[in-house]
């Protein structure tokens, strides 16, 4: 399963961590892996493009951290957007995707 955390202030994300693997169908046919994996690199390339100073990026195997290092609109919109894109997965495919808020 893939667990998506999610640390809030109020409304503005502090952190995004995304983890695991769907296990929805054999390695190089998940489409729910392939889905989230699409989603979080054009978050993570977007986020490198233009709001760079203001979030930490990590990437590994099965593992993506995007944390807000300061305030900055273009930088929480883009971590917003792809909290809504993960949420419209997690709707359709809830038996392989859980995103947990909470609130700091």
């Known amino acids: 399963m893939v667990l998506v955390n999610v640390r809030k202030d109020k409304e503005e994300i502090l952190e995004l961590v995304v983890t695991g693997h769907a296990g929805q169908a054999p390695k190089g046919e998940d489409l729910v892996?392939?889905?989230?994996?699409?989603?979080?690199?054009?978050?993570?390339?977007?986020i490198d493009q233009l709001a760079n100073a203001a979030c930490e990026l990590s990437m590994q195997e099965g593992y993506v951290k995007i944390r807000q290092k300061k305030a900055d609109e273009r930088g929480q919109l883009l971590m917003k957007a792809t909290l809504i894109a993960l949420q419209t997965m997690e709707e359709s495919y809830s038996s392989y995707i859980h995103i947990k808020v909470q609130e700091v």
């Open 33 to 46: 892996c392939a889905g989230v994996s699409s989603i979080l690199v054009g978050a993570l390339n977007a």
